[in-house]
Every structure is written in structure tokens, then in C-alpha cells.
């Protein structure tokens, strides 16, 4: 049971913006950064955002993060059927002294 | 190139062991703390373990403490993962990575599966 809570789902149309939600408490996301990976099914996961806003190289401006308190969200605009996959947010927490992914959250381009 | 490449997983029988390996290359591998993940069939992404790069310090998930060991071979330029008593629960896919869950980890080699069942 993960301490990082996602939507299951989110979709939108071609060209659109989603939002990806990720809920923690004080002892992960209130103290630490955040990370946030996609998961093409069947491959590896890809670092797409971390210490809570920054994109590694080759990572386009359409990804953003952001974090506010105990939440993160993370952003995809112009949305491309490329970017149907799932998306985890990660972060340390401090009481448990270890790492921990969110739920996992499948976006579904209409 | 900087690449990850794990090995070492298998069938193995409920209490049974193995160690999984992960080679790196392309970066300089004892500067950095790495981590392990698994992903249970059709579910998400588990943190497993994690060992810091040059004070060697470990963590480990609660559902892992006391059967898994994470160690590192700076030398060698390669990241284990002694699994022993092994369960049901520990089938997935195993992938290593560079870096920590909260400053991101950049660098994922493409996973090695392992089965426990009899």
C-alpha cells in the first residue's frame, strides 16, 4: 500500500493538458523532493521530472512539475499519442527511511 | 554510453535465494547512490533498496528488511542484490538505477524477472 496517493486514470484529447495529482504528508513530499517517471508498458521507466520541477536533458518543455506542502502535480501540455503510458511520482520519506512511488496514474489519449 | 545491465534472475522455489547484479558503465559509479526497484506483474513500481556511493549507508522497504541485502562493488563498477527466504510476493521484475527516489533516478537498466514458485 503506497504512501503516495494518484489518480488511477486521467485522458484528454490530442493537443489538450493533463494533470497528474500526488498526495503525500508531511514526512515524504513535506520535506523532500519530488521525482516523476513514465512507464511505456513492457519497458523500463524514464525519468521525466526531479527535485520537484526540473527536466533532464531531452526531456521537452510540454512536461513540468511542481509541488505545494504535503502535493506534487505534474503537467503534460500539447498532448501526443506518444505520451500514453503511466506516470509514478517518487520521493524519500523521512519517517520510514526509505523511498516510495505513488499509485500510478494511466493517461489515455482520446 | 551510460548504461545499466542486470542479471542474475530466475525461477527459484518459495525459500529459496538469488542474487541479482547490475553492471554500469559510462559514469563514474561509486559517486553515485543507486537503487533498486520491482514491479509485480500488472502492478506498480515498488522501491526496494537503496545504497549511498562513497559512505556505502543502506535502506531497505519494511516488506524486504532482513531477507534482502544491497551491497556495491565500486571496483567492479557493480550493484548486487542478495535475495534470500524468498516469497510468492517477490515475483517481479527487478530493475536498478542510478540515483535516489527523490532527486531522481536517470539511469534505469532494462530489469531482470524473477519467478518464486514451486
Known amino acids: 500500500q503506497s504512501v503516495l496517493t494518484q489518480p488511477p486514470s486521467v485522458s484528454a484529447a490530442p493537443g489538450q493538458k493533463v494533470t497528474i495529482s500526488c498526495s503525500g504528508s508531511?514526512?515524504?513530499?513535506?520535506?523532500?523532493?519530488v521525482s516523476w517517471y513514465q512507464q511505456v508498458p513492457g519497458t523500463a521507466p524514464k525519468l521525466l521530472i526531479y527535485?520537484?520541477?526540473k527536466r533532464p536533458s531531452g526531456i521537452p518543455d510540454r512536461f513540468s512539475g511542481s509541488k505545494s506542502g504535503t502535493s506534487a502535480t505534474l503537467g503534460i501540455t500539447g498532448l501526443q499519442t506518444g505520451d500514453e503510458a503511466d506516470y509514478y511520482c517518487?520521493?524519500?520519506?523521512?519517517?520510514?527511511?526509505?523511498?516510495?512511488f505513488g499509485t500510478g496514474t494511466k493517461v489515455t489519449v482520446l | 554510453e551510460v548504461q545499466l545491465l542486470e542479471s542474475g534472475g530466475g525461477l527459484v522455489q518459495p525459500g529459496g535465494s538469488l542474487r541479482l547484479s547490475c553492471a554500469a558503465s559510462?559514469?563514474?559509479?561509486?559517486?553515485?547512490?543507486m537503487t533498486w526497484v520491482r514491479q509485480a506483474p500488472g502492478r506498480g513500481l515498488e522501491w526496494v533498496s537503496a545504497?549511498?556511493?562513497?559512505?556505502?549507508?543502506?535502506f531497505y522497504a519494511d516488506s524486504v528488511k532482513g531477507r534482502f541485502t544491497i551491497s556495491r562493488d565500486n571496483s567492479k563498477n557493480t550493484l548486487y542484490l542478495q535475495m534470500n527466504s524468498l516469497r510468492a510476493g517477490d515475483t517481479a521484475i527487478y530493475y536498478c538505477?542510478?540515483?535516489?527516489?527523490?532527486?531522481?533516478?536517470?539511469?534505469w537498466g532494462q530489469g531482470t524477472t524473477v519467478t518464486v514458485s514451486s
Open positions: 559510462g559514469f563514474i559509479f561509486s559517486s553515485y547512490p
Open positions: 538505477a542510478k540515483g535516489v527516489c527523490d532527486r531522481g533516478m536517470d539511469v
Open positions: 508531511s514526512p515524504n513530499i513535506g520535506k523532500n523532493y
Open positions: 545504497i549511498g556511493g562513497s559512505d556505502g549507508s543502506t
Open positions: 517518487g520521493t524519500w520519506d523521512s519517517s520510514l527511511r526509505a523511498g516510495v
Open positions: 527535485e520537484n520541477n
